[in-house]
């Protein structure tokens, strides 16, 4: 009697993609942004010369993610 056996070939795996990395960047740019928004309310600011540097670079770290979601957006709806 023949043996009826059959070589499986594992199913194809799916990109191995790290979501903590993912986490761990949000995370830092939580840190990083939140310590910019914390300066630009200091009387004396740490990271900057003047209140008004501060505002500035609070400012500017919010347009800079603002602009990155915006570009996300469109990769999401972008067709291949």
């Not at 939580?30 to 900057?48: I, K, Q, S, T």
């Amino acid at each position: 009697m023949a043996s009826n056996t059959q070589t499986q070939t594992p199913a194809p795996k799916a990109d191995d993609f790290d979501n903590k990395a993912v986490t761990r960047m949000f995370a830092r740019l939580r840190h990083e942004v939140g310590g910019l928004v914390h300066d630009a309310g200091r009387a004396n600011p740490f990271y900057a010369k003047s209140k008004t540097e501060a505002i500035a670079k609070r400012d500017a770290a919010i347009k800079v993610l603002e602009e990155l979601a915006d570009r996300i957006d469109v990769l999401k709806k972008q067709e291949n």
